[in-house]
């Protein structure tokens, strides 16, 4: 049983020290808010969900259970004041259980939102949110239909999320939907149109318990192989369209009745339309610059958020980019690339989650690197990137 002080029935804020933030997830996500926690007083139970857990070591309370699991369930609830996620696919019954018990936020009708991709563009068009063209298909006569009226190139995603790209299938248009549907894997899928966009960006942004609602700068986010490569903020984006993203945002946190941080992406057109792709309700990965670059992290918002403190500052200190750190730039497996030029680039920081073994798509940790301007960071952050990829290049990239 938990040491630490436990208040089972709370209604109103519970501030430190008489606070255990109970965190369903156990990943890097996780990690970080449970770090940003110990730095301000606050204590954390960390749900594994038994998977393996980056957050463990930094965590007051180690819950590595399944989250099917009625003990596991149980003892979350004795130890943690209040609740959240770190990331969405936690099954529903789990946090309507834990959302009897405990305050959660965000609530699970919200989580249930986002963690499905039918759900999450229904909810969008039903509230007049932009975003792309898309037909819901569970056979492969409605996606043939469904290619028909789209009659050009789209993405076939699964409604259930993937990750990072995973579950997606590019199509022409001309294709045979018999065929395609053979080779995707999923009882139920998503039919979008392509997205012709110039940029991507996203937002971050959080309400609350007061309903106040801050949003930080939008970042500029680059891919590689589907996944984050690189976030640069400000990102290079006219101002009203900086301000129409967080008009966007906002119309989403309300529609959302929405408590604690989340993350919005969006695709912006050359006509400069933004459409939303996705909403991450938790911490994402394009506002770890955060950290280092803005008065508040966006770890730290998500616990003032979630106990009931104001929300902080998100003011921008400093123009930066966040390179993620994949476990390609790794030369072997359980070796590290050599961190030497980063230290000696005085205005980057590490962070590293405490992974041992980096499998080539996998997310090992990310750096900082603050400029007098993004290109200037980003120019620093390139010839980084490129210096570890050339001592690993003997390694398969992904
Ligand atoms: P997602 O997993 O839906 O976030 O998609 C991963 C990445 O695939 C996005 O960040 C885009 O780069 C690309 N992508 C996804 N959907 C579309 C689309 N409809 N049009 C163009 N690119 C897309």
């Known amino acids: 049983m938990s040491e630490f002080p436990v208040s089972p029935s709370v209604s109103v804020p519970i501030h430190p020290p008489h606070c255990v933030v109970g ?18 007083g606050i204590h954390t139970a960390i749900w594994t969900g038994g998977l393996e857990a980056p957050a463990v070591e930094v965590a007051d309370e180690v819950i590595d259970l399944p989250f099917s699991d009625p003990k596991a369930l149980d003892h979350f609830c004795a130890v943690a004041t209040v609740a959240t996620v770190e990331f ?15 305050p959660l936020h ?40 469904a290619m028909a ?98 008009a966007i945002v906002r119309k989403i946190i309300e529609a959302l009745d929405y408590r604690g941080l989340l993350g919005v992406e969006f695709f912006l057109t050359a006509d400069g339309s933004l459409l939303v792709n996705e909403i991450a309700p938790r911490p994402h990965n394009s506002g770890h610059h955060t950290l280092d670059a803005c008065a508040t992290s966006q770890f730290e918002q998500q616990l003032r958020a979630v106990i009931g403190l104001p929300a902080g500052s ?13 476990g390609d730039l790794w030369p072997e497996e359980t070796t590290p690339p050599d961190w ?21 798509r996998r997310k090992m940790g990310h750096a900082n690197f603050l400029g007098e301007t993004s290109a200037a960071a980003l120019a620093r952050a ?17």
């Not at 030497?340 to 080539?360: N, Q, V």
């Open 382 to 398: 390139e010839a980084l990137k490129a210096h570890w990829l050339a001592a690993a290049a003997h390694r398969k990239q992904p």
């Open 23 to 40: 965190v369903i997830g156990g990943g890097q996500l996780g990690r970080m808010i449970a770090l940003a926690a110990r730095r301000m």
């Open 88 to 102: 969405e696919n936690i099954p529903r019954s789990t946090l309507e259980a834990v959302a009897e018990r405990l």
């Open 314 to 326: 998100p003011r921008l200190l400093s123009p930066v980019v966040m390179l993620n750190l994949l």
């Open 106 to 145: 965000p609530s699970p009708a919200a989580v249930a939102i986002c963690q499905n991709r039918e759900r999450e563009k229904t909810f969008l068009r039903e509230n007049g949110i932009p975003c792309a063209w898309f037909q819901v298909v569970s056979n492969p006569d409605e996606l043939a239909a």
């Open 149 to 246: 009226e789209l009659g050009g190139p789209g993405v076939l995603k699964t409604a259930d999320f993937g990750y990072d790209g995973s579950g997606q299938i590019k199509l022409q248009g001309h294709e045979d939907a018999v065929e395609i549907w053979k080779t995707f894997n999923s009882p139920r899928g998503v039919l979008e149109g392509w997205v012709p966009f110039e940029k991507e960006i996203s937002v971050m942004a959080a309400r609350g318990a007061d309903g106040e609602i801050v949003t930080y700068d939008p970042a500029e986010n680059r891919h590689r192989s589907h996944i984050l490569d690189v976030s640069i903020v400000p990102a290079r984006i006219p101002q009203e369209v900086a301000d129409h993203a967080a």
């Open 340 to 360: 030497t030029p980063l230290f000696e680039d005085r205005e980057a920081s590490l962070h590293l989650y405490g992974k041992r073994h980096a499998s080539l």
